[in-house]
């Protein structure tokens, strides 16, 4: 069997077109294909505003700035999440704080966020781990009331969407009422869909979208053909008219990509609903979870194991993979906050192992990973 990495890109012949003849084109930055992509996250996700970025990390450090996270305020986040969601919070100068998780599915705990809101908190920031989402509803009421603001990172998140059919990204909830203020998606290379690299915010809110088109491109704007305007700091951020061609053609397959990697994880769930060694984590019915990662929780005692059997995985050409190590954990935040310990994030990191799940797998490789997982657990039951 060929390596089967937890997840990977998919580019077939259309991309590559995509991109050849966006390549040949006049403009290959500041074009219209960025424009186009962003209309067409629009269209999919229901966003009223998409402003694509060089990446998810640049897109959360604009939606944040933008919302005016700063200096003496505190975002408060999970711990179970890629580092870049808590690090663009430093770089605006503030504060981060960790909310505990549910140890059922790793996302953000409610009630741990009741208890961690402070006068400072000026952010909340939920992800939806492995394309499972969060409960929004109850996360934006509780912080609505406060005054605080909601960033959804969503990187996981594109294409999937809520017992009700809305898309994540689409910012509003039942009722019409205000979801999310803003969501942020990464097209890094195996997210849902790829750009190689890239990263939108989505909101339906014109502010924060007028500031993060700012901000991607050095706080510049054009007043008169001949004349423009800088009226605050930005940056470059901005995504090119080639990377854009191809997050377009990626973007009309990524209902495939979705139902692919639906058919591999419902493979793996008639497994584990009757496994004795490990659990995995449920996907409330009605809701589509783009299936991003596919996370298993291990019993206690192959817990213990795991670095053992991660490394005879990956000798069998299995290529699974932990999601993740909390970010309070890493030595820069115990040199920066001391030691901080959330107890359903730590067992949630010792138990954690994501599968391979991808569009590029068949059910008869999923069927492989399970025989092989089965035979080398054996021995550390
Ligand atoms: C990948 C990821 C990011 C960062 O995405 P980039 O596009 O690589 O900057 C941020 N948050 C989460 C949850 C991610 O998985």
């Known amino acids: ?8 890109q998919d580019i077939n012949d259309s991309d590559i077109a995509a991109v050849i003849t966006a390549l040949k084109g006049d403009v290959i930055t500041g074009g219209h294909y960025v424009s186009d992509f962003e209309n067409a996250l629009c269209a999919y996700s229901g966003a009223k505003h998409a402003v694509v ?4 990390t640049s897109a959360l450090h604009c939606a944040y700035l933008a919302l005016g996270l700063g200096a003496g305020d505190e975002l408060l986040t999970t711990p179970i999440t890629f580092a870049a969601t808590a690090n663009a919070a430093l770089m605006c100068g503030a504060d981060v704080r960790w909310a505990d998780v549910s140890p059922e599915s790793g996302n953000i705990d409610v009630a741990s966020i009741k208890e961690c809101i402070s006068p400072r908190t000026k952010i909340i920031t939920p ?23 909601v960033v959804d990172d969503a990187s996981h998140a594109l294409g999937s969407s809520f017992a009700d059919g809305r898309k994540i990204g689409s910012a509003l909830l039942a009722d019409n009422k205000n979801g999310a203020d803003a969501t942020i998606m990464s097209f890094h290379a195996i997210k849902p869909i790829t750009t190689i690299e890239g990263g939108a915010v989505l909101t339906n809110d014109d502010e924060i ?3 993060c088109k700012l901000l991607r491109s050095h706080g510049i704007s054009k007043t008169e053909l001949w004349d423009s305007d800088m009226s605050m700091l930005g940056f470059n951020y901005r995504l090119s008219d080639v990377a854009c061609a191809l997050g377009l053609c990626q973007l009309a397959r990524l209902d495939e990509f979705v139902k692919i ?12 609903a009757s496994c004795k060694w490990a659990k995995n984590v449920k996907i409330p019915s ?25 490394s005879e995985l990956h000798s ?18 115990r040199q920066k906050y001391g030691d901080i310990s959330l107890p359903n994030a730590e067992l949630f990191y010792a138990k954690e192992l994501s599968l391979p799940c991808q569009q590029k797998m068949s059910a008869k490789d999923a069927e492989l990973v399970l025989e092989k997982l089965c035979e080398i657990v054996e021995k550390y039951l």
Do not use: W
């Open 53 to 56: 970025m060089n990446s998810a």
């Open 316 to 333: 069998q050409n299995i290529g699974v993979q932990v999601h993740y190590k909390p970010t309070y954990s890493f030595d820069f935040y």
């Open 127 to 149: 992800v939806d781990l492995g394309g499972n989402p969060v409960d929004m509803e109850a996360i934006c009421e509780l912080a609505h009331a406060k005054g605080i603001k």
């Open 261 to 272: 990697r639906g058919e591999i994880a419902s493979v793996y769930d008639e497994f584990f």
């Open 209 to 211: 979208a007028r500031k």
């Open 1 to 8: 069997m060929n390596f089967l990495p937890y997840s990977r």
């Open 286 to 310: 009605g809701i589509t979870s783009s299936r991003h990662l596919y996370i298993v929780l291990l019993g206690d005692n192959l817990a213990k194991n795991k670095a053992q059997i991660f």
